[in-house]
Nanobody, 121 residues
Framework: QVQLVESGGGLVQPGGSLRLSCAAS????????MGWYRQAPGKERELVTT???????NYADSVKGRFTISRDNAKNTVYLQMNSLKPEDTAVYYC???????????????WGKGTLVTVSS
């Protein structure tokens, strides 16, 4: 019912920058919270950052001051600007959205397939 397409991952040197994008499409009436999570090898998935429909943001302490989340409501797209990247930021990054469906007015949670970010020299 809702598809998420992520892009922007890749290999970057420590101190570098990347920008991730996640575009949502499908049976969308409204998108509420949008966010990014990550899962490093051998670790559990963790919250990176979220943004509400009103623009309020929340960040994990480990990325505060380095990462910035934003959204374009007209394009149903959320972005993650990642600066000053560190090797410990290496992970698969997953987009997450909470959507009210136009088909049945229910509110559901959707995940992207993930995009790999590798920070290494």
């Amino acid at each position: 019912q809702v598809q998420l397409v992520e892009s922007g991952g890749g290999l970057v040197q420590p101190g570098g920058s990347l920008r991730l994008s996640c575009a949502a499409s499908g049976s969308i009436f409204r998108i509420d919270t949008m966010g990014w999570y990550r899962q490093a090898p051998g670790k559990e998935r963790e919250l990176v950052t979220t943004i509400t429909s009103g623009g309020s943001t929340n960040y994990a302490d480990s990325v505060k001051g380095r990462f910035t989340i934003s959204r374009d409501n007209a394009k149903n797209t959320v972005y993650l600007q990642m600066n000053s990247l560190k090797p410990e930021d290496t992970a698969v990054y997953y987009c997450n959205v909470v959507v009210t469906l136009i088909t049945d007015w229910t509110r559901k949670n959707y995940w992207g397939k993930g995009t790999l970010v590798t920070v290494s020299s």
